[in-house]
């Protein structure tokens, strides 16, 4: 099996993962003097979020250098640094490459706009005001406004899905596409494993800049401009996997590297199934089936893995529970006045069950702690998106705190100056070293179940089948070759009845909350072998 088939892979968020120099802000360096804890828990890869050169408008996805390391995070000495210590304690590294816009500050955009002529000219989104100087057209921004903004240089309006300072790249241009690949291309040559792709269904337009329709669903929240539209001709154009398939053709070149995609939006599931078509596509996507999924419940879980059925015509999943642009799934998914205890059942049970399920896996930063969302007062905001949209936007900031290592430390250890973001009021209980000392803690328990699952081809690679999603219990079996294994959860506060489909005196083989041989306790969850 590739390496990456059923892969844990733990996403780093190097603003608030370790402090090196006492800037208050994570960076490469401290990264690598950490890796001994990420490669501890027994993961497969980290997965780096941004650290490019950038003006961090939205903190390095506003791209003004694609080949260079922020000052802020360090140098390129530092990363391969970083990637040689990697690969020495058995751990891939994946980066995000974010292919659909650049910053502002880019030379690329600086350029294009200089000059209708010039040799960058066609390589963003550029188009003509309306005869009564209104934009091109209706599209709207994911952050909030207008897709378009003017600009005097060009006389022309610009297209960006996201920040003004986001300019969209022109993804149908052939120079833009080479000059993407060329950049793949050098991060392949310093070694690194694979990519996260960001955005990339809106990679591409619609050349005629035809309006998006009104979304005909009454049931969605309208916070935004964007939520009153489908956005069916801003991004997910038909020509898209073209521009994957030279991408794949690139990643072949090099042995056992991985591609993932990110995907979000109406047309998510079919965009995510078209792009891992086939061998010579993507390796894997993920969307938002939980990251945004206002309950944890057995037809959720059932509902979204249903969608991805065994078969050759079929690609592989991905899944997070957690990540940088979601609130922390203890607290999303947990009653507000749930106490510490419920919330470490919680937390056991959601750990067991993620890694239960058939595909990769993402870990985000901390998800091994438990760590709760935080409150994020409207002074300390650092998200663009939620100081736009507050208080209706809940705060991206919130699942970004920095990561506590120590809990009686200044700072829990992240930094000895003032974090870019304030730690969470519990964090410092939820400590790794506190933690660490605690044989019953989530940090354990993290460790066991990740090796159980690699000690079981079923739950790595193997099939799934749903016997049972009713209520509070999800039932599930996961099969590989003659390996049969039963994975039994009960998804609410209280006891549930044991399935009459369950063996009921068979040991369990692995078990949080107290499940097994009978009793399904609330939040509580067991694997047995059938």
């Known amino acids: 099996?590739?390496?990456?088939?059923?892969?844990?892979?733990?996403?780093?968020?190097?603003?608030?993962?370790?402090?090196?120099?006492?800037?208050?802000?994570?960076?490469?360096?401290?990264?690598?003097?950490?890796?001994?804890?990420?490669?501890?828990?027994?993961?497969?890869?980290?997965?780096?979020?941004?650290?490019?050169?950038?003006?961090?408008?939205?903190?390095?996805?506003?791209?003004?250098?694609?080949?260079?390391?922020?000052?802020?995070?360090?140098?390129?000495?530092?990363?391969?640094?970083?990637?040689?210590?990697?690969?020495?304690?058995?751990?891939?590294?994946?980066?995000?490459?974010?292919?659909?816009?650049?910053?502002?500050?880019?030379?690329?955009?600086?350029?294009?706009?200089?000059?209708?002529?010039?040799?960058?000219?066609?390589?963003?989104?550029?188009?003509?005001?309306?005869?009564?100087?209104?934009?091109?057209?209706?599209?709207?921004?994911?952050?909030?406004?207008?897709?378009?903004?003017?600009?005097?240089?060009?006389?022309?309006?610009?297209?960006?899905?996201?920040?003004?300072?986001?300019?969209?790249?022109?993804?149908?241009?052939?120079?833009?596409?080479?000059?993407?690949?060329?950049?793949?291309?050098?991060?392949?040559?310093?070694?690194?494993?694979?990519?996260?792709?960001d955005a990339l269904n809106f990679l591409m337009h619609d050349p005629r800049l035809r309006p998006n329709p009104p979304h005909p669903d009454p049931a969605v929240a309208r916070n935004r401009p964007f939520d009153f539209q489908r956005r069916v001709h801003n991004q997910g154009h038909r020509h898209i996997p073209r521009f994957i398939e030279r991408v794949r053709a690139l990643m072949d070149e090099y042995d056992d590297r991985f591609t993932v995609a990110e995907i979000g939006g109406d047309d998510a599931l079919r965009e995510m199934k078209l792009y891992t078509r086939g061998a010579g596509r993507l390796n894997t996507s993920y969307g938002f089936d939980f990251l945004y999924a206002p309950a944890l419940t057995p037809d959720a879980v059932a509902g979204a893995l249903g969608q991805w059925p065994d078969g050759a015509d079929t690609g592989w999943p991905s899944w997070a529970f957690e990540n940088h642009d979601a609130p922390r799934a203890v607290t999303r998914w947990l009653p507000e006045d749930a106490d510490e205890m419920a919330r470490a059942r919680f937390a056991a049970m959601k750990m067991l069950l993620l890694l239960c399920l058939r595909g990769n896996i993402f870990l985000y930063q901390g998800e091994e702690l438990g760590l709760t969302q935080v409150d994020i007062a409207f002074e300390d905001l650092q998200d663009p998106e939620a100081i736009a949209n507050w208080p209706l936007t809940l705060s991206r900031d919130g699942a970004r705190t920095p990561m506590p290592w120590q809990g009686d430390a200044l700072y829990c250890g992240f930094s000895t100056a003032r974090p870019w973001l304030p730690l969470g009021p519990d964090h410092a209980a939820l400590a790794v070293d506190a933690q660490a000392r605690d044989p019953a803690s989530l940090l354990h328990l993290t460790r066991r179940l990740l090796a159980f699952r690699k000690d079981h081809p079923a739950l790595r690679w193997g099939a799934i089948r749903f016997r049972r999603a009713a209520g509070n219990v999800l039932l599930f079996e996961r099969s590989f070759g003659e390996k049969r294994l039963l994975c039994l959860f009960n998804l609410g506060a209280e006891p549930a009845p044991w399935p009459a489909s369950a063996p009921r005196d068979a040991a369990p083989l692995t078990s949080v909350g107290g499940a097994g041989q009978g009793e399904l306790p609330g939040w509580s969850g067991c694997v047995i072998a059938i």
């Open 1 to 197: 099996m590739p390496w990456w088939l059923g892969a844990v892979i733990y996403q780093i968020y190097p603003r608030s993962f370790a402090d090196s120099n006492g800037d208050g802000v994570g960076d490469l360096p401290g990264i690598t003097a950490r890796l001994d804890h990420v490669a501890g828990l027994g993961v497969d890869a980290i997965w780096l979020s941004p650290f490019f050169t950038s003006p961090m408008r939205d903190f390095g996805y506003d791209v003004a250098d694609y080949c260079d390391v922020d000052p802020l995070f360090g140098t390129l000495a530092d990363f391969d640094a970083l990637v040689a210590r990697a690969h020495a304690l058995g751990l891939r590294v994946i980066i995000d490459q974010v292919f659909a816009h650049t910053s502002d500050r880019h030379p690329w955009f600086m350029a294009s706009r200089a000059s209708r002529d010039g040799d960058h000219a066609g390589w963003y989104v550029w188009a003509d005001a309306k005869p009564d100087g209104s934009p091109p057209s209706n599209w709207q921004s994911v952050f909030g406004g207008p897709a378009w903004t003017w600009d005097a240089r060009r006389r022309q309006y610009y297209f960006h899905n996201f920040l003004k300072e986001q300019p969209q790249l022109n993804g149908h241009n052939p120079h833009v596409q080479q000059a993407l690949l060329d950049v793949a291309r050098f991060w392949l040559e310093r070694g690194v494993d694979g990519f996260r792709l």
